[in-house]
C-alpha cells in the first residue's frame, strides 16, 4: 500500500464531497496530517481523478453529482482493494452505513466531524465491542428516515420505485429525501 517515489513520499487520499468550503478547509487539514490530498466534488471527477492513481486512503460523501458515495465506493474497491475508504456525511442513516460497510467502507461518520475524526477513522483497524449502547430509541421521525433509506437502498437507489414501495407520491418521497435526518 505504501505508494513512495519522490514528491509523492506522502500516502495519497482522494476527498469526494461536493461541499467546497468543507473540502477546502478539510484538505488543509488533512495535508497538515501528513496526506497527499486531492480533491474531487463529484462522481465523474472523483472516478477520473481514482482511476488515474487509485489513492491509498478516501474520504467519501454520500451525495455526490452524477452518482451516489456508495457507487464511488465500489468503484475504488475494484480499483484498489486495499484503499481505506471512510464515508463522511450529513446524510447518515443505518442503511446507508450497511451497505458501506458491505461495499468495503472501513468506517462512517456523520457530519460535522473534524480532521482528527477522520484520520482515526481512516486508521480504525476493526470494530470495538466498547462502543456505546444508546438507551434512548430512535425517534418516530429518526425510525421513518431509517426505513425510507433501508427501502431506498433496497431499490438501488430509484426513486420511482421506492416511492411505489412505501406507497407515496414521487414528490412527497423526494421532499423527505432532501432534508437532513433528524438529529438523535
Not at 464515508?87 to 468506517?107: C, D, F, M, P, Q
Request: hydrophobic content about 40%; overall charge neutral.
Amino acid at each position: 500500500m505504501d505508494k513512495t517515489n519522490g514528491k509523492n513520499e506522502l500516502p495519497s487520499l482522494l476527498l469526494a464531497d461536493d461541499d467546497e468550503t468543507l473540502c477546502s478547509v478539510l484538505a488543509r487539514a488533512l495535508e497538515k496530517r501528513g496526506f497527499r490530498v486531492t480533491v474531487a466534488h463529484d462522481y465523474p471527477s472523483a472516478l477520473a481523478l481514482a482511476a488515474g492513481d487509485p489513492p491509498e486512503f478516501a474520504v467519501v460523501d454520500l451525495k455526490l453529482a452524477g452518482s451516489s458515495g456508495l457507487c464511488l465506493i465500489r468503484k475504488l474497491m475494484e480499483l484498489d482493494a486495499h484503499t481505506r475508504v471512510v464515508v463522511l456525511t450529513g446524510y447518515g442513516s443505518i442503511a446507508t452505513a450497511v451497505e458501506a460497510v458491505k461495499l468495503g467502507a472501513r468506517y462512517y461518520l456523520t457530519k460535522p466531524a473534524d480532521a482528527d475524526d477522520v484520520v482515526a477513522a481512516l486508521h480504525h483497524e476493526s470494530g470495538t465491542s466498547s462502543a456505546p449502547i444508546c438507551e434512548k430509541p430512535l425517534s418516530v421521525n429518526r425510525l421513518e428516515w431509517e426505513h425510507i433509506n433501508r427501502v431506498l437502498a433496497g431499490n438501488n437507489g430509484n426513486i420511482s420505485a421506492t416511492a411505489r414501495v412505501l406507497g407515496m407520491h414521487r414528490r412527497t418521497l423526494q421532499r423527505k429525501l432532501s432534508k437532513h435526518p433528524v438529529r438523535e
